[in-house]
């Protein structure tokens, strides 16, 4: 009989072991320094990896292998931000996004020319059917990432029909994926449908401690441009490699629309993590209009059943549930066509002791899921009540 994860691992903090190509360098005793040397100890790796053999290579490739792991280190000026823009919703055609970005390595992989960036960011969409939503993300997204001077690669996560759509699933599958294929001190988990204005909210992780996350997309147009309540953390959200594993990735249990991020921030809050936000400046978002199916009373019972399990529910417990049915590597991005078992994972749920699903109860209206011990804030009561305005 195969072993589970679990067993292969032992435990979750093993998972440096078989995701990563080196130990994770996120520390909380590392300074930049040191997390610069490390991305150029890695592409040095790299390129010794990806050239030709001894024998072929001329004295031109060896010099330009060492060239790029002289390379001074990236430095953002100012001037090369636009600032704020106006969301441009134009649905181009994938051939023209691919010649327009064609400077991105097969892959979906862009870093910058002259500079060792100070980030390698991974950046995973969990996707299904918003085709003309990942193009317009796209469109407005690349060239802000590419002011900002980063090395990153983007991966768009499919979920085949078949069962009902797991957004914090496929951002554990996103995030496991990647890690097999390099090594990255940032991920950034962004919806399809949710766009940064401002090029000057950076997606980087938060250097400034061990157990600070970032939330990106703060201020969002269809909540009047306003934090929605203090401990909303989703849209897009910014963590490194040992943030994410420490609180076991996200709930595979959400077949439902909404909740997976408000019981994300709980389990950081367990742990004492703190969520740190870009200035009001420059942290506004545009969310893509879209239907959303409320399922309130189901959301809210899930999120009640997981609350105590988020040991045993997450990134070990997912392996034998999904199946990568297509990996290839388009222009602007790695696609990763995966099969959720929703049943696998239903019957992995029902054996832990502490969860229980409750009754669903009639009624209600769609609003935030109320976190322990946080105080909401009062401007906004409920949720997705404004018709989005995308001007």
Same mark, same amino acid.
């Given at each position: 009989?195969?072993?589970?994860?679990?067993?292969?691992?032992?435990?979750?903090?093993?998972?440096?072991? &078989?995701? &990563?190509? $080196?130990?994770?360098?996120?520390?909380?005793?590392?300074?930049?320094?040191?997390?610069?040397?490390?991305?150029?100890?890695?592409?040095?790796?790299?390129?010794?990896?990806?050239?030709?053999?001894?024998?072929?290579?001329?004295?031109?490739?060896?010099?330009?292998?060492?060239?790029?792991?002289?390379?001074?280190?990236?430095?953002?000026?100012?001037?090369? @931000?636009?600032?704020?823009?106006?969301?441009?919703?134009?649905?181009?055609?994938?051939?023209?996004?691919?010649?327009?970005?064609?400077?991105?390595?097969?892959?979906?992989?862009?870093?910058?020319?002259?500079?060792?960036?100070?980030?390698?960011?991974?950046?995973?969409?969990?996707?299904?059917? /918003?085709?003309?939503?990942?193009?317009?993300?796209?469109?407005?997204?690349?060239?802000?990432?590419?002011?900002?001077?980063?090395?990153?690669?983007?991966?768009?996560? #499919?979920?085949?029909?078949?069962?009902?759509?797991?957004?914090?699933?496929? /951002?554990?599958?996103? @995030?496991?994926?990647?890690? $097999?294929?390099?090594?990255?001190?940032?991920?950034? @988990?962004?919806?399809?449908?949710?766009?940064?204005?401002?090029? &000057?909210?950076?997606?980087?992780?938060?250097?400034?401690?061990?157990?600070?996350?970032?939330?990106?997309? *703060?201020?969002?147009?269809?909540?009047?441009?306003?934090?929605?309540?203090?401990?909303?953390?989703?849209?897009?959200?910014?963590?490194?490699? $040992?943030?994410?594993?420490?609180?076991?990735?996200?709930?595979?249990?959400?077949?439902?629309?909404?909740?997976?991020?408000?019981?994300?921030?709980?389990?950081?809050?367990?742990?004492?993590? /703190? *969520?740190? /936000?870009?200035?009001?400046?420059?942290?506004?978002?545009?969310?893509?209009?879209? #239907?959303?199916?409320?399922?309130?009373?189901?959301?809210?019972?899930?999120?009640?059943?997981?609350?105590?399990?988020?040991?045993?529910?997450?990134?070990?417990?997912? #392996?034998?549930?999904?199946?990568? *049915?297509?990996?290839?590597?388009?222009?602007?991005?790695?696609?990763?066509?995966?099969?959720?078992?929703?049943?696998?994972?239903?019957?992995?749920?029902?054996?832990?002791?502490? @969860? $229980?699903?409750?009754?669903?109860?009639?009624?209600?209206?769609?609003?935030?899921?109320?976190?322990?011990?946080?105080?909401?804030?009062?401007?906004?009561?409920? &949720?997705?009540?404004?018709?989005?305005?995308?001007?």
């Amino acid at each position: 009989m195969n072993k589970t994860f679990a067993e292969k691992q032992g435990n979750i903090t093993e998972l440096d072991k &078989r995701y &990563r190509v $080196k130990a994770p360098i996120d520390d909380a005793n590392n300074t930049i320094t040191n997390i610069r040397r490390s991305i150029i100890a890695f592409d040095e790796s790299y390129h010794k990896k990806t050239t030709s053999d001894d024998t072929n290579k001329t004295f031109t490739e060896n010099q330009r292998i060492i060239t790029e792991s002289q390379l001074p280190t990236c430095v953002s000026y100012r001037t090369a @931000f636009h600032g704020r823009e106006t969301v441009n919703l134009t649905n181009h055609k994938w051939q023209n996004l691919d010649s327009r970005f064609n400077d991105t390595l097969q892959g979906g992989r862009w870093k910058p020319e002259g500079c060792k960036a100070v980030f390698r960011v991974a950046i995973i969409i969990p996707y299904r059917d /918003r085709d003309s939503h990942l193009k317009i993300l796209m469109s407005n997204l690349l060239p802000k990432l590419q002011r900002q001077q980063l090395d990153y690669t983007i991966f768009v996560v #499919e979920q085949a029909p078949g069962n009902r759509f797991n957004r914090g699933m496929l /951002r554990n599958i996103g @995030f496991l994926e990647a890690n $097999k294929t390099a090594q990255y001190d940032c991920f950034i @988990f962004n919806d399809v449908d949710t766009i940064i204005e401002d090029d &000057r909210n950076m997606f980087k992780c938060d250097i400034r401690g061990e157990k600070m996350i970032r939330h990106i997309a *703060v201020l969002v147009n269809v909540f009047q441009y306003k934090l929605l309540y203090s401990y909303l953390i989703g849209g897009i959200l910014s963590v490194t490699y $040992k943030q994410f594993v420490a609180v076991n990735g996200y709930s595979n249990a959400f077949f439902v629309w909404g909740g997976e991020d408000d019981d994300l921030f709980r389990r950081f809050d367990k742990k004492d993590y /703190r *969520v740190s /936000r870009p200035s009001n400046k420059v942290a506004y978002t545009t969310t893509l209009d879209h #239907e959303r199916d409320p399922e309130l009373d189901e959301r809210n019972n899930v999120y009640k059943s997981v609350k105590n399990i988020s040991e045993k529910d997450g990134m070990n417990t997912i #392996e034998d549930k999904y199946k990568v *049915v297509i990996r290839e590597e388009r222009k602007l991005f790695t696609w990763l066509y995966v099969r959720v078992d929703e049943e696998l994972v239903q019957k992995s749920l029902d054996a832990i002791p502490k @969860f $229980k699903l409750p009754q669903t109860q009639p009624g209600g209206m769609q609003q935030a899921i109320p976190v322990e011990g946080i105080k909401r804030k009062d401007h906004v009561r409920q &949720r997705h009540i404004h018709k989005p305005v995308l001007s």
